[in-house]
């Protein structure tokens, strides 16, 4: 099953819960409010479903996995406001045709364990968690409550970069956000997901996107500065979002081909997985992401 883990596509209850907000994060239209009186276009042809099943079907793609992102601070609204967002979410992206399976969203000010255990059962494929939330000095403390519900379940965790705050205020050149705060989120998660995260969690499934800000990269670092690197974690993935060749084929070095999955990022980046020829294009389009899913797949209504 060729897969592609991360995508983004807003079903049709999840737009309108971010009209129907007064403040940020929250759309006009198609304007995209955040926090901090920032704005951004939506492009309407991006929300599209039909027009995306079709992109999909022209990339060769069995399986889309699609989030709301992270970035965009959702999960750390109040309780009630969280919960209302991810049930709208869930709905529109349960109802999306094929090949579109939804990652679920919680929020982290009070986790909520029942509701990310009735969001699996209905079908969520696992759970998208900010790595900035998880890189907190007590994030995985915080997050503990839905990681037991993913262990138990059997499915998966995707770490996906959370909001950029001031750091992509205006002034900025519009790819700064993705390329520093984004990326140093995602290089702290990862080395806080090995500091202990694993340890309490040694059987769940967890996949970085973005290739974890490069964080594999750094391991000779670690280790020339005290740390005890061991093994390559055979249940920590990587995804390829935004990366080419290079960087792709530097983290396999690093990680080896198994554990190296595509994501594409739609809309906001193109879909090619990196040419690193066709052993490895089956890997990381087809062979990875089902080890990662398929002991949760099997289980999910459809």
């Known amino acids: 099953m060729s897969t592609d883990l991360h995508q983004h596509l807003w079903p049709a209850p999840f737009l309108e819960a971010l009209r129907e907000r007064r403040s940020g994060p929250r759309l006009d239209g198609w304007d995209l409010h955040l926090p901090g009186e920032r704005v951004h276009a939506i492009d309407p042809a991006d929300h599209e ?45 349960l109802a999306l045709p094929e090949p579109f399976r939804p990652w679920a969203m919680a929020g982290i000010q009070e986790p909520d364990p029942a509701a990310l255990r009735d969001a ?18 007590d994030g995985l403390d915080r997050l503990a409550p839905l990681l037991h519900v993913l262990d138990d379940a059997r499915a998966p965790l995707l770490v996906h970069p959370g909001p950029a705050h001031g750091e992509d205020a205006a002034g ?34 967890v996949c970085f996107a973005a290739l974890a800000g490069l964080g594999p990269l750094h391991g000779e670092r670690h280790r020339a500065r005290g740390g005890d690197g061991g093994a390559v974690d055979p249940l920590t993935f990587v995804e390829t979002s935004s990366y080419g060749v290079v960087a792709t084929d530097a983290v396999i070095r690093v990680l080896g081909i198994d554990v190296v999955c595509h994501g594409s990022d739609r809309p906001y980046a193109r879909s090619a997985p990196p040419a690193l020829g066709e052993a490895a294009l089956a890997a990381i389009r087809t062979r990875n992401p089902e080890r990662l899913l398929d002991r949760h797949l099997e289980e999910v209504p459809r």
Do not use: K, M, N
């Not at 696992?126 to 907190?136: F, I, M, R, T």
């Open 120 to 137: 699996l059962d209905r079908g969520a494929i696992g759970l998208e968690v900010a790595a900035d939330a998880l890189a907190a000095p």
């Open 49 to 93: 479903p039909e027009a995306r099943a079709a992109l999909a079907a022209e990339d060769g793609d069995d399986l889309v996995c699609v989030t709301p992102s992270a970035a965009l601070g959702l999960d750390r609204l109040s309780p009630a406001q969280s919960a209302e967002l991810a049930e709208a979410w869930l709905d529109g992206a």
């Open 172 to 205: 900025l050149p519009s790819w700064w956000a993705p390329v520093v705060p984004y990326v140093a989120q995602l290089h702290a998660a990862w080395w806080a997901w090995a500091d202990g995260a694993r340890d309490r969690f040694p059987a769940l499934p």
